[in-house]
């Protein structure tokens, strides 16, 4: 970056670094608005930031670049930073009216009028002369204090204008003419009241060992003790939280935000990690001030075994945290996979994780409910990782068209001596999305968009550690593996094997941005959710706390031959999840079936046995995936729309009563906004077939479609069937004649589950969350044998 349009240049930019201490816990509440080396926090207006450099902490650009606008808003505040311009050259303040609506805005420039403050569009003060700085640099001070906005420019007080209490303002930055620059923004509020009265611990609980914390010196003391979290037992929704913490150095704390009674905060509400690490660790979901599991910090700014002091402001759906004065992270969980979907309101509270943490001068500035600004709010155009990974952590957007094409790439091969081939030379732009193999023998080697050299090379055992790690699962491999014009995957030292490589193919609307790095392809964030998704789904969470609308139905006892309706819904919306409460054997046989049946029709959209719903969960364990879980119930994630009701019943086929039979659902209903389309999106049905001796064919579909799940039986050590072909539309499709289902499922064997597939408790089972299959008017899946087992076809069906 050059500095060409301040006027000491870079000596002078020298100076003021050398002259700026860091921030120290105990200096005064202000915190920098921007990162020093990238526009975090910024990207939040209609457009993606373009035109500015930011180097050093110096903000430069144009007229022409386009308005950065912030994550930060305010009632009361006190804004502060420096500027300069080039002759002509005009910085535009603006500061926009929360929800909406144009507020006011601060035009800084050399001239006569300098400090012009409009509101709503109308001129309330013309400004005042400023004339060019002798060291290029000016400084600009914005309070905002009960009813008057003060405004100085070089430490001078320009005016004070009258402006309502109740209003509150966001931040934007433009030039309205010319070039400038910016640095050292920062902002701060008033600091609240306090959350702790320095003497007792009668405004908090706790649902573990409460005495396990206490009082000391006027601070919050943890012996650790199975304290789990300390909770204020008021609830909070907007606000602006300070405190002051010191932890044992090396160990892990947090402070929960926005969790609801009875949840818990990295899966129910939000967990701001407190975590003292040695320096150079991996900035990952689990670094300090990191959203836990879901949201990578910005940076570190945390001081091992001191006194650290954090901000964390929550603003509808914008998150931010600052520590020790330093931005480290910020993001609008409204355009998050998983954030979307917790409260925004809920307790406070710190962690009890097993070591020492001390807490002082908490306080929390409360702010009006809402959204923040409507800017905010606005969609974000998709790109093709945010698309895939929606895929995983939402199933409902598998019932959207979205362009997005799936193909299979396969290589069986068996010969006298090892040697290098291609087992897939694919065309972009898309991603290779799963991996199976049935050995670890030879190297592998990626090339991308035709490069010479592989951007990886490495043995088929460690492919998971080095492609963009969406589980933790070895074999099969699940991805996200982007190239925008060609990748070719080989082989080298093995002449056996058997690879089947599932991989999607993006319209041209849907940026691309080729592997780099395992992380480096996927917006922050994004990449993190799946992964922390599917470690709580194993642990038993699964958004059981969420705002969607739950539907429970009372214990039935269900006679032989009798149907019982558990529940219904009327009018449009989508099921996210369904939760069947039976007694364990409903898993383990064919008595117990369900059925949902959707828009008033006669016969079921779907009609299984219960077990063929929840594959997998016949023992009552749960495990690391992205459908099923087993907590009060065994569940079911695949999303049902309906657009006029939706009915689930159960039917005993059984000899005996059945009792104890209950359901949960949980529900987003459809709004006046979405109702329209919710109605039009494809609906969820299962075609349930027996086993059979006398057809080759596992399954057949008609109509336009997408194949999204299969559940067969598979008891014992019995061969799944071999696959003779896929036909699409009329078509075969390559990559699917195999022997077995087993590249298929993922891998050879019995009793194994894995994030979207598995073969346990006689079912095997495949979801194809990253790769279903569309078709526009069938799909016929043809096998190598006329002797079939039971089995289970789902897919989304147009209406």
Not at 82 to 96: D, K, N
Not at 299 to 307: H, I, L, P, T, V
Not at 448 to 460: A, N
């Amino acid at each position: 970056m050059t500095h060409t349009l301040l006027r000491a240049g870079a000596g002078f930019l020298a100076a003021i670094l050398l002259i700026t201490p860091p921030v120290r816990a105990d200096e005064p509440r202000g915190v920098k608005l921007m990162r020093p080396d990238s526009l975090d926090g910024w990207d939040h207006g209609a457009q993606m930031p373009r035109g500015w450099t930011i180097s050093d902490g110096w903000l430069t650009g144009t007229h022409e670049a386009t308005p950065l606008l912030s994550g930060f808003t305010a009632g009361a505040f006190r804004l502060e930073f420096a500027w300069s311009v080039t002759p002509g050259g005009a910085w535009r303040i603006h500061l926009p009216e929360v929800p909406r609506g144009d507020g006011l805005e601060l035009i800084l420039d050399e001239s006569p009028r300098c400090g012009r403050l409009s509101d709503g569009g109308k001129v309330v003060q013309p400004g005042a002369p400023i004339g060019p700085a002798r060291d290029g640099r000016h400084t600009a001070v914005l309070s905002r204090e009960g009813n008057t906005l003060a405004v100085s420019i070089d430490g001078t007080r320009l005016h004070d204008v009258p402006v309502d209490n109740t209003r509150r303002f966001g931040l934007e930055l433009s030039l309205a003419t010319g070039r400038g620059a910016l640095w050292d923004l920062r902002g701060s509020e008033p600091p609240g009241e306090p959350l702790f009265n320095g003497k007792t611990l009668d405004d908090w609980w706790c649902d573990g060992n409460l005495s396990a914390w206490r009082v000391e010196d006027g601070q919050i003391v943890l012996e650790p003790g199975g304290g789990n979290f300390l909770r204020t037992k008021k609830e909070y929704g907007n606000f602006t939280l300070s405190l002051e913490y010191q932890i044992k150095p090396g160990s892990n704390s947090g402070i929960g935000i926005r969790t609801p009674r009875a949840g818990w905060p990295s899966g129910d509400g939000m967990e701001i990690q407190f975590l003292d690490a040695p320096r150079g660790r991996l900035l990952d979901e689990h670094a300090a001030l990191a959203i836990y599991g879901n949201v990578p910090a910005l940076a570190r700014a945390d001081r091992s075994g001191q006194w650290n002091r954090v901000v964390v402001k929550a603003d509808g759906w914008m998150i931010s945290a600052w520590v020790n004065g330093e931005l480290v992270q910020q993001f609008n969980t409204l355009h998050h996979p998983e954030l979307k979907h917790r409260h925004l309101r809920g307790w406070i509270g710190p962690q009890d994780h097993g070591a020492w943490i001390r807490l002082r001068n908490p306080r929390i500035l409360p702010a009006p409910d809402g959204t923040g600004l409507d800017a905010w709010l606005a969609p974000k155009p998709p790109t093709a990782a945010t698309r895939m990974m929606d895929r995983l952590m939402n199933s409902e957007s598998l019932s959207r068209a979205d362009g997005v094409r799936s193909a299979v790439a396969g290589a069986s091969f068996s010969d006298q001596e090892p040697k290098r081939r291609v087992l897939a030379d694919l065309a972009g732009p898309g991603a290779v999305v799963r991996i199976a193999r049935a050995n670890n023998l030879g190297r592998l080697a990626f090339f991308f968009d035709g490069e010479d050299e592989p951007r990886i090379e490495c043995r088929p055992s460690d492919l998971w550690k080095k492609v963009p790690p969406l589980t933790e699962d070895a074999s099969p491999v699940l991805t996200y593996l982007p190239f925008a014009k060609s990748l070719r995957i080989e082989l080298d030292g093995s002449a056996q094997g058997d690879y089947r490589m599932d991989y999607v193919t993006f319209p041209p609307d849907l940026a691309v941005q080729t592997f780099t790095t395992p992380r480096g392809s996927v917006p922050r964030g994004w990449l993190s959710a799946p992964l922390y998704r599917q470690h709580v789904i194993g642990w038993g969470v699964h958004r059981e706390h969420d705002p969607a609308a739950r539907i429970r139905s009372d214990p039935k006892t269900i006679a032989p031959g009798a149907t019982e309706t558990l529940a219904r819904v009327d009018g449009a919306g989508v099921v996210r999840w369904v939760k069947l409460r039976a007694p364990a054997a409903a898993l383990r046989n064919d008595d117990l079936w369900l059925a949902a049946t959707v828009d008033g029709e006669t016969e079921p959209a779907i009609a299984a046995p219960a077990r063929y719903w929840f594959p997998g969960l016949a023992g009552g364990g749960n495990y690391n995936n992205f459908v099923l879980v087993q907590r009060d119930g065994a569940a079911n994630l695949l999303a049902m729309p309906f657009g006029d009701g939706i009915a689930i019943s159960a039917t005993n086929r059984g000899q005996a009563p059945i009792d104890n039979v209950g359901i949960d659902l949980s529900v987003e209903q459809a709004t006046e906004a979405n109702r329209a389309e919710i109605a039009a999106r494809p609906r969820l049905r299962g075609d349930f077939r027996r086993a059979s001796e006398d057809s080759n064919v596992l399954f057949d579909c008609q109509g336009r479609g997408r194949w999204v799940g299969l559940v067969l039986a598979a008891p014992g050590a019995k061969p799944t069937p071999g696959v003779a072909r896929l036909v699409v539309d009329g078509q075969p499709a390559d990559g699917w004649p195999a022997a077995t289902l087993d590249m298929f499922l993922g891998r050879e064997g019995r009793g194994w589950r894995r994030a979207a597939s598995g073969r346990s408790g006689g079912l095997a089972w495949r979801y194809l969350l990253l790769a279903p299959v569309d078709f526009a008017e069938s799909l016929r899946l043809e096998t190598t044998t006329a002797t079939l087992p039971d089995r289970l076809v789902l897919y989304y069906q147009a209406k």
